[in-house]
């Protein structure tokens, strides 16, 4: 299997990985961090910090200066228009909880929030305790037999009570693409908010929100090859004004007395206390290496390596969850518990992942306790694959 | 500390002979096969122990002195932690559980990575059920 990755070398992680013979096929969890990016946070400690947003002095004017120039830079990686508006969170979590609170005061017991069957709990927890705290209805958009959203049945769901629509572009459990045109312009047709969770799908290609018609769209930077702790929330200039602010602090005031206070605009008035300077700076220069690559070359390796992973594990009669097109491949060996397979890959230095992914819901209706999960990223290579088949090959030998 | 049993000692002796990670590992299967079932009708919410990603059911015969703890997963490997687990604590009175050192025991048995902080294994959360169990006594 030759399917050299030209990118490996730019990934410390990856080659202390390979000294300890270790294999990560764990990047939808995390992913490993270019030098690039190590560069970026050194220099920035290394230079002298100071707070953002708040001091007047020449250290804190420089912080400032960096902070909104990667927030330019972010924005522009993601393709917003310039009237949009990005606000920085610790991560997607995050993203999709400052929404359910900051637009839950649109909401009447009856309204209807609509997700897919396939979300991560991250988006799904947040809407459901809203749904039960303000009596609102949680609508579960079903799949078909391929594991991937029926968009004719999720349109034909969509109701006047719909206020919310909020979905995965890409399940960490499935690994489809998923096509959401359609159902982005049906529900903002009637009038309901949509939220699309692009936390697995942004490190697979570009977001591009010109095309991408929603009205937010959240990710995670970790999972993006960059530093933990930084998330994503874009919100399109026709719907930054339906947020309320939900968390309050320092320098999100624009006055503030004992018993009143107004509040910034966003992105501002969003994010309060501190920020994740160093690692927001960091996250920008990321983004600008990755830009500096042949996207498409890259798209082509992980393509391919996508479709050797699938075909050994369909020629071994492994069970896979769904018909996967991207990115990872959930499966369980016939007779063989997730926990014993994942074990005895962990013996041999495999690094995958084992449960139910934090989509419980999902793993319950497909009848299974858990499944292993194999994700891929643009270091992985064929010697990685052929490991983790080997490994695979003996650990069902002592387990069958 | 409590001194080994004669069985502890040669599950020790049969580990340790081990040179290869295969060999750990069928030898777990073995000791895992050999763990009694427990019957369906007590694998119940309530045997549950919390925690594990991997269901795993922890009972206490009450009535049986020493106390006799009865464990099953549906994990093979698992399984034959726990029947390690079991056999070290075999014949012991709750006093003597409460103070053996587990990590101690599977670094014995070379198994130490086994004990993984990780909710992914829930042998943790199993010796602390086990504790709890033991209190309620």
Redesign the interface.
């Known amino acids: 299997m030759f399917l050299p990755s030209p990118w490996r070398q730019f990934f410390p992680g990856i080659l202390a990985f390979a000294e300890q013979q270790q294999v990560w096929l764990d990047s939808a969890a995390t992913a490993q961090k270019p030098q690039s990016m190590l560069d970026a946070l050194a220099q920035h400690y290394q230079q002298g910090v100071a707070n953002v947003h708040r001091a007047q002095h020449q250290p804190g004017e420089r912080a400032t200066r960096a902070f909104e120039n990667a927030r330019s830079s972010i924005a522009k990686w993601l393709q917003a228009d310039a009237q949009d508006t990005l606000i920085f969170t610790k991560g997607t979590t995050e993203g999709i909880n400052l929404l359910s609170q900051a637009l839950a005061h649109h909401l009447q017991a009856g309204d209807e929030i609509l997700i897919s069957a396939y979300e991560h709990h991250a988006n799904l927890l947040p809407w459901q305790q809203l749904a039960l705290a303000r009596g609102l209805i949680l609508k579960v958009l079903p799949m078909d037999t391929d594991g991937h959203l029926d968009i004719d049945q999720a349109i034909a769901q969509l109701s006047t009570r719909s206020r919310i629509v909020a979905i995965s572009a890409l399940s960490n459990v499935v690994g489809h693409k998923q096509s959401l045109s359609a159902l982005l312009s049906a529900a903002r047709k009637i009038g309901a908010w949509t939220v699309i969770d692009g936390a697995q799908a942004a490190v697979h290609e570009r977001p591009n929100l010109q095309q991408l018609d929603c009205d937010f769209f959240v990710c995670s930077a970790h999972k993006v090859y960059g530093p933990d702790g930084v998330g994503l929330l874009f919100a399109r200039e026709r719907a930054v004004p339906a947020l309320r602010h939900w968390q309050f602090g320092g320098e999100m005031v624009r006055h503030c007395d004992y018993q009143h206070a107004e509040f910034l605009p966003a992105p501002l008035g969003f994010e309060p206390g501190t920020p994740s300077t160093a690692n927001i700076i960091a996250f920008a220069a990321t983004l600008e290496w990755l830009q500096s690559l042949d996207s498409q070359a890259i798209a082509t390796h992980e393509a391919a390596l996508h479709a050797a992973l699938l075909q050994g594990l369909q020629a071994r009669g492994m069970q896979i969850i769904g018909s996967p097109n991207c990115a990872l491949v959930s499966f369980n060996a016939p007779q063989v518990?997730h926990?014993?397979l994942?074990?005895?890959l962990g013996?041999?230095g495999i690094a995958v992942r084992?449960?139910?992914h934090c989509a419980m819901p999902l793993l319950h209706s497909l009848g299974l306790?858990?499944a292993l999960r194999v994700s891929l990223a643009m270091y992985n290579n064929g010697d990685d694959l052929q490991r983790f088949f080997a490994a695979l090959d003996?650990a069902l030998e002592?387990?069958q | 500390m409590n001194q080994l049993s004669t069985t502890a000692q040669q599950a020790i002796d049969e580990f340790q002979a081990c040179e290869q990670?295969?060999q750990r590992?069928?030898l777990l299967?073995q000791r895992g096969a050999q763990l009694q079932e427990l019957p369906q009708t007590l694998r119940t919410e309530d045997n549950l122990v919390h925690g594990c990603?991997?269901?795993v059911w922890l009972l206490l015969d009450r009535e049986a002195v020493p106390p006799r703890f009865q464990a099953a997963s549906?994990?093979?490997?698992?399984r034959g932690l726990l029947a390690l687990l079991l056999l070290r604590i075999e014949g012991l009175d709750a006093e003597q559980i409460t103070a053996i050192d587990v990590t101690d025991w599977f670094a014995q048995l070379g198994l130490s990575?086994?004990l993984s902080p990780s909710r992914?294994?829930g042998l943790n959360a199993v010796l602390i059920r086990m504790r709890e169990l033991l209190d309620n006594l």
Do not use: C, K, M
Request: glycine share 6%.
């Open positions: 518990h926990a014993d994942a074990l005895l013996e041999q084992a449960g139910h306790a858990g003996q002592i387990l | 990670w295969e590992a069928r299967l990603e991997t269901r549906e994990a093979r490997l698992l990575r086994q992914s294994n």
